[in-house]
């Protein structure tokens, strides 16, 4: 029994931790999720990296309707154990992406911290953290994401960027995109 407080001592003290560091698990809601996908506007092949990911609901959506390649970056043991658990059943699910059961994008999830993960290869980023987070990344996506490539942030805007579109709907959280 004292092998279970442990493990779920473990699990709080880690979600805890991300709280603290800027992402604490509050997920995109559902609604939403569609707005993202249009904004980020993956295309089959292309690489996706959601910094945040939570339970991996959202990456798994973009996987499935983009056929892009997507990374799941969440810095929560217990979030990650989620969204590994989810991306296992993606890949033993079929998709049925325009009638296609072959049509898939790959799927992986990573225990790390946003700031430790390499974005050179990104063609597009969604992140949904605290704003205070996204202003210590902005020098981050500077450096390393390529020319074109393109971020979308859920909730806050990226300080000292200017979104090349602003998705307001009223009832609905804000989304920004940019392009690098």
Same mark, same amino acid.
């Given at each position: 029994?004292?092998?279970?407080?442990a493990?779920?001592f473990?699990?709080?003290?880690s979600?805890?931790y991300?709280a603290?560091?800027?992402?604490?698990?509050?997920p995109?809601?559902?609604?939403?999720?569609?707005? *993202?996908?249009?904004?980020?506007d993956?295309?089959?092949?292309q690489t *996706?990296y959601?910094?945040g990911?939570?339970?991996?609901? *959202? %990456?798994?959506?973009?996987a499935r309707q983009t056929?892009a390649?997507?990374?799941?970056? +969440?810095l %929560?043991?217990?979030?990650?154990?989620a969204?590994s658990?989810?991306?296992? *059943?993606?890949?033993?699910?079929? %998709?049925?992406?325009?009638?296609?059961s072959?049509?898939?994008?790959?799927?992986?999830?990573?225990?790390?911290?946003?700031f430790?993960?390499?974005?050179?290869g990104?063609?597009?980023?969604?992140?949904f953290l605290?704003p205070e987070?996204?202003?210590?990344?902005?020098?981050k996506?500077?450096?390393?994401?390529?020319p074109?490539?393109v971020?979308?942030?859920y909730?806050?805007?990226?300080?000292?960027?200017t979104?090349?579109?602003?998705?307001?709907r +009223?009832g609905?959280?804000?989304?920004?995109?940019?392009?690098?």
């Open positions: 029994m004292l092998w279970l407080y493990v779920v473990i699990l709080l003290a979600a805890a991300a603290v560091h800027g992402a604490p698990w509050v995109t809601r559902r609604r939403d999720v569609a707005r *993202v996908l249009r904004l980020l993956a295309k089959p092949g *996706v959601e910094l990911c939570g339970d991996g609901r *959202v %990456s798994v959506a973009i056929c390649k997507v990374v799941g970056v +969440e %929560s043991l217990a979030q990650w154990l969204a658990i989810r991306g296992v *059943v993606y890949r033993a699910t079929p %998709s049925y992406k325009e009638g296609d072959a049509a898939r994008g790959s799927l992986r999830f990573c225990l790390a911290d946003a430790s993960v390499d974005l050179s990104a063609d597009a980023v969604y992140l605290m987070t996204y202003a210590k990344l902005r020098p996506f500077e450096r390393e994401l390529k074109g490539a971020v979308v942030s909730v806050w805007p990226i300080p000292g960027w979104p090349a579109e602003r998705d307001h +009223e609905t959280e804000d989304l920004y995109r940019y392009v690098r």
